[in-house]
């Protein structure tokens, strides 16, 4: 089984400050996602990047996937309150049918 | 309803209960999925099915049951469960599996084992 590691695993932050948070594997995944989880909440679906070296962005958010598809980083821009929680992310492994394997997460609290 | 409904949302039991978890999934997938999240340590696949039919078995010890009637209900049924499977314990479905689609999870059972 691929491992995938968060980095960091906690992170406080006030309102306004950028972050980022990365998402690390010795091994190649086909595609990698990302997923938001509030309190009392399932994962929800941010994004998905398949293609090395591949950037996207949703508003605040700035996903970028690494040139050998080892790694993933998820940059925000001006934090809000409202982006507090439990960031996943989670590689298609190719050895094990192409199922997700996800990573330990990053819980992130922003404060007003 | 939409989406994946999960209940209950919170459940308490002694080691030698036997409870059972439902899911439904309102979404038309093909494939539904139980995951268990304990506190720092990554989402635990523990059973896939695609099609009513079980595909993945995560090495799950056998006091966990799956159960799935239909493509649109999944059950998980509990015995003699030990204080260590308290958890949040996620539904997904999916249209497929091993294409590395979006899951859409549910809100979860938090289970807690005296």
């Known amino acids: 089984t691929q491992l995938l590691e968060q980095s960091p695993q906690f992170l406080s932050i006030q309102e306004g400050e950028n972050l980022t948070v990365y998402c690390n594997s010795s091994s190649v995944f086909s595609s990698l996602q990302w997923y938001r989880q509030e309190p009392g909440e399932g994962p929800v679906l941010l994004v998905t990047v398949v293609t090395g070296g591949e950037v996207k962005k949703l508003k605040r958010l700035t996903f970028q996937f690494g040139d050998a598809r080892k790694d993933s980083s998820l940059h925000i821009t001006a934090a809000q309150p409202g982006d507090t929680g439990l960031y996943l992310c989670a590689g298609e492994d190719n050895n094990a049918g192409n199922m997700l394997t996800f990573g330990g997460g990053t819980r992130l609290m922003v404060k007003p | 309803e939409t989406g994946v409904t999960q209940t209950p949302r919170h459940l308490v039991m002694g080691m030698t209960n036997k409870k059972s978890l439902k899911c439904e999934q309102h979404l038309g997938h093909n494939a539904m999925y139980w995951y268990k999240q304990s506190a720092k340590k990554p989402l635990e696949l523990m059973f896939v099915?695609?099609?009513?039919?079980?595909?993945e078995n995560n090495s799950v010890p056998s006091r966990f049951s799956p159960e799935c009637p239909n493509s649109s209900h999944l059950f998980l049924h509990l015995h003699t469960l030990q204080p260590e499977d308290s958890a949040l314990y996620l539904c997904a479905s999916s249209q497929g599996t091993g294409t590395g689609g979006e899951l859409f999870f549910g809100e979860g059972s938090r289970l807690t084992v005296l």
């Open positions: 099915y695609n099609f009513k039919e079980q595909t």
